[in-house]
């Protein structure tokens, strides 16, 4: 039960607003001795754990490429595209990727998109591109939401669109602890069973789009 | 066979580079931190394995510690200006989509190809073909575009100093998990939860299944450590044997509910915290405040779905 200290620490501490890092491996250590294990212990563990996962800082690897891609004008010409074409707006541009990246995930190309290689170098500069076209210069908060919105869009759409192909992490694991427990069940009927809920996070999210996109345009008449 | 060795080798030497560039950044008020943070970086990928498991918790701790108390600066490399931005993306056209679009096609066409090649490590083959796409995207940059390898590491530099700590955030968050689980984090949480379930109504129970999944996954930040303890906690016992409930179809929309989490949690940082670094955004979590809604309705969606589909005849 002491365990739980490491949780609290680290809620206190995103909450306060301190370095995540310092946050974080103040949370390992006093999570791990307050479960009983001893210091070295701790930072030994975190030691193999950290080393083990080193794959999930691989994608920094396309920051060159895209960072040259940025010096040689790319945002400036996904925002020039956008202006020309009149239909489109942030909702427009948004409600399109999220459909378009859920589709693709559920098809099982879910590295057809990212933060780091779509939504920074070309989706939310055309959405802000599509909002200023529009209704002129955007203040700063506001250029803000929109890319956050962009964002948003990207991990919506992956996350409830990935589940319906059967070949996912997700749906291996879940076929894996019912397996465990007895229970056989074919990923095809997990994949099957993601999608209502695929369908409500595309509407969901899209009627929120829809008011997000009078809210940017109200913001922008006063 | 080329797997995770070149890959890190790879990955090493860029962050040895960036170092380097860092260190001999005299703009930056603070370049020795930098040069430190990201040259540590670079060995940890260089020489990781060798290090041992105390000795890459040393490594981390250092970088901890420049990140957390000297802090890191913002490298600001030559680059070009907006205006040339402007003229140089009229002058490209839409070739300069090219390269963007080659690292999604590549890294697809490689992780479907590559588990046919005698080469290529299979259990690795995305984490390959993520790289091999990196590179052609920068070839293409030189070729197409004419921007020197040189310049674009400069450019690689100024968006990892961009993101500063938040870029080691996701690996240090994959550790902690590691650390709780050794620490008994996920059966505490089991153990409280089984104590408040209520078990008496079927509505009840489902509703207890899929807000704890999506309340566990926010405070371990991944739903795939929130999975197994509460569907061997809660789903199994009492929606499937206790009301007779489907497993397929609760675990699947279970697993979703978890997903509902990841959307509203800082612990999710590479969906949530590197994103809102990415894109340089004022406040750090911008992106959790813009998906909550979504996440809160989508949670009670899911519970009425479940309990309308679960209990089939």
């Known amino acids: 039960m002491l365990s739980l200290l490491g949780v609290a620490v680290v809620v206190i501490g995103f909450v306060a607003r301190i370095n995540p890092l310092l946050v974080v491996m103040t949370a390992a250590i006093v999570g791990g001795v307050a479960g009983g294990l001893d210091f070295f212990a701790v930072i030994a563990a975190f030691g193999k754990a950290f080393n083990e996962n080193r794959f999930v800082s691989v994608t920094w690897l396309v920051l060159p490429a895209i960072g040259a891609l940025e010096r040689a004008g790319l945002q400036e010409r996904a925002r020039d595209l956008i202006v020309r074409i009149r239909a489109a707006s942030v909702f427009s541009i948004l409600c399109t990727y999220l459909l378009v990246r859920q589709v693709v995930a559920a098809l099982g190309l879910t590295s057809l998109g990212g933060q780091a290689t779509m939504i920074r170098p070309l989706i939310a500069p055309m959405a802000v591109a599509a909002a200023e076209g529009k209704h002129g210069m955007l203040s700063g908060p506001l250029r803000d939401a929109i890319r956050a919105q962009s964002a948003a869009a990207e991990n919506v759409a992956w996350f409830f669109g990935e589940d319906i192909f059967v070949a996912v992490g997700s749906i291996l694991l879940i076929k894996g602890v019912l397996e465990q427990n007895g229970i056989i069940v074919q990923p095809v009927q997990l994949s099957l069973w993601a999608i209502p809920t695929a369908v409500a996070a595309f509407l969901i999210h899209a009627t929120r789009l829809f008011f997000f996109g009078r809210r940017v345009k109200r913001a922008t008449r006063s | 066979m080329i797997g995770l060795g070149a890959v890190y080798g790879i ?251 990841t959307l509203t949690t800082p612990m999710a940082a590479n969906f949530n915290l590197v994103p809102a670094a990415l894109l340089g955004l004022e406040n750090r979590y911008a992106v959790i405040k813009a998906q909550i809604p979504t996440a809160i309705i989508l949670l009670a969606v899911n519970t009425v779905l479940m309990y309308a589909l679960v209990f089939q005849k």
């Open chain 2, 11 to 261: 990955t090493g030497v860029m962050f040895a580079i960036i170092a380097v560039m860092s260190a001999a950044d005299r703009d930056n008020p603070k370049r020795w931190s930098n040069a430190g943070f990201w040259g540590l970086f670079a060995a940890s990928f260089l020489f990781g394995d060798r290090l041992g498991d105390f000795g890459n918790g040393l490594l981390v701790l250092a970088m901890v510690a420049i990140a957390g108390t000297v802090g890191l600066g913002l490298a600001r490399p030559a680059t070009t200006a907006p205006e040339e931005r402007q003229i140089l993306a009229r002058k490209f056209g839409n070739t300069i989509f090219m390269p963007a679009l080659a690292i999604p096609v590549v890294t697809v066409i490689g992780s479907l190809t590559f588990k046919y090649s005698s080469l290529i490590d299979p259990m690795q083959v995305t984490l390959v073909a993520l790289a091999l796409a990196a590179l052609v995207a920068l070839a293409l940059a030189r070729i197409l575009l004419h921007q020197p390898v040189k310049a674009a590491l400069q450019e690689g530099r100024r968006l990892m100093d961009l993101l500063g700590w938040a870029a080691l955030l996701p690996q240090m968050l994959a550790a902690l998990g590691a650390v709780f689980a050794l620490a008994g984090v996920g059966t505490a949480i089991s153990h409280i939860a089984a104590e408040i379930i209520p078990t008496g109504s079927r509505i009840a129970v489902i509703a207890s299944y899929t807000f704890g999944m999506a309340l566990f996954t926010a405070i371990m930040g991944n739903a795939f450590a929130a999975f197994p303890v509460m569907t061997i906690g809660i789903g199994l016992p009492l929606i499937v044997t206790k009301f007779g409930g489907n497993p397929a179809i609760m675990s699947a929309i279970g697993m979703l509910s978890g997903f509902c989490g």
